[in-house]
């Protein structure tokens, strides 16, 4: 079993910025690709970026790139998020790998965190 624990989330104006952080459990951890998911109120959780194991090769989804990049080190794995906007409002959920090569979809994913809710007030 692999926990993960989301922090970083909070308050921002539109326009701002906040970084979340996502630390896992295991020592293992360094061979997952890891990836962020969010869900907004009313609307299914959705694929926001993903790192591979060693962080060569990343993915953002097309509604955040420009803003927000992914990235790790050997103890966590980061979603830094720049020029907030309202509709990024949403509870943000770090996720685990079990394979090196990232994925775009949930049922990809062995591991989910809790969330950190994020809200971007106009």
């Known amino acids: 079993q692999v926990q993960l624990v989301e922090s970083g989330g909070g308050l921002v104006q539109a326009g701002g910025s906040l970084r979340l952080s996502c630390a896992a459990s295991r020592r293992t951890f360094s061979s997952y690709a890891m990836g962020w998911f969010r869900q907004a109120p009313g609307k299914e959780r959705e694929f926001v970026a993903a790192?591979?194991?060693?962080?060569?090769s990343t993915s953002i989804a097309d509604s955040v790139k420009g803003r927000f990049t992914i990235s790790r080190d050997n103890a966590k794995v980061y979603l830094q998020m720049n020029s907030l906007k309202p509709e990024d409002t949403a509870v943000y959920y770090c996720?685990?790998?079990?394979?090196?090569?990232?994925?775009?979809?949930?049922?990809?994913?062995?591991?989910w965190g809790q969330g950190t809710q994020v809200t971007v007030s106009s």
């Open positions: 790192i591979s194991w060693r962080g060569g």
């Open positions: 996720a685990a790998r079990s394979v090196r090569n990232w994925g775009v979809r949930e049922y990809e994913y062995d591991y």
